[in-house]
């Protein structure tokens, strides 16, 4: 079974401008999870998309915003990119209920210049 | 606050031998799960282990097991005979009972030959 897979790998972006992820999860997999990891705020949980709705949102502003469709791929937008958005954006699929493990995927590596 | 703490910023140890590394974690849930996962140079987050809280049962992967003692809100990891492919960062998460994780700040490890 294929793994959780996510594109692009490596972004470089300008401050100001707007920037989408997007994670296929593991087949059969409904839940799609966000997590930002920077070296000074370590891992932390932006939001969790199950069946379509998002079901759980971390502490971040409204610049940081998903979605997920029919088939449970998900994208991350940011807009307005600042400096301190650059981090590895990590993707994490699980079946959906909180007893599951949650599977990641290998990152979008996220620069802001 | 559902917090998890990583008190170990590095560890090293001679390959073959065994190394403990600690995690702690404050929750009011009595029902939630635990896990370590290792995140090697690649930057992918591979899952080592998981431990049901409502299990008194020791998890054990192989050559992976953990110290699991819930009154005490601890959940150390021993990883027996050290390989040079056990060289990452190592962190501890749990869900607390919902469906996303908290992470710990994480444990690099380093295995010296």
């Known amino acids: ?113 | 606050a559902q917090t998890v703490t990583q008190s170990q910023p590095e560890m090293s140890v001679q390959e073959a031998e065994t190394v403990t590394l600690s995690c702690t974690y404050d929750t009011s849930e009595s029902d939630y799960y635990l896990f370590w996962y290792k995140q090697p140079p690649s930057r992918q987050m591979i899952l080592v282990i998981r431990q049901e809280a409502y299990k008194q049962q020791n998890a054990t992967e192989n050559r992976f097991s953990v110290n699991f003692q819930k009154a005490a809100k601890s959940f150390s990891l021993k990883i027996s005979d050290s390989q040079l492919g056990d060289a990452a960062m190592y962190f501890c998460a749990s869900n607390f009972g919902n469906e996303k994780l908290t992470f710990g700040t994480g444990t690099r490890l380093t295995i010296i030959p």
């Open chain 1, 1 to 113: 079974k294929a793994g959780v897979t996510q594109t692009p790998r490596y972004l470089i972006k300008t401050r100001g401008q707007q920037v989408t992820l997007s994670c296929s999860p593991i087949s059969g997999h409904r839940s799609v999870s966000w997590y930002q990891q920077t070296p000074g705020q370590g891992l932390q949980f932006l939001f969790e998309y199950f069946s379509e709705t998002q079901r759980n949102k971390g502490n971040f502003p409204g610049r940081f915003s998903g979605r997920q469709f029919s088939n449970s791929r998900s994208e991350m937008n940011v807009s307005t990119l600042e400096l301190g958005d650059s981090a590895l954006y990590l993707c994490a699929s699980s079946l959906g209920f909180r007893t599951d493990t949650q599977y990641f995927g290998p990152g979008t590596r996220l620069t802001v210049l």
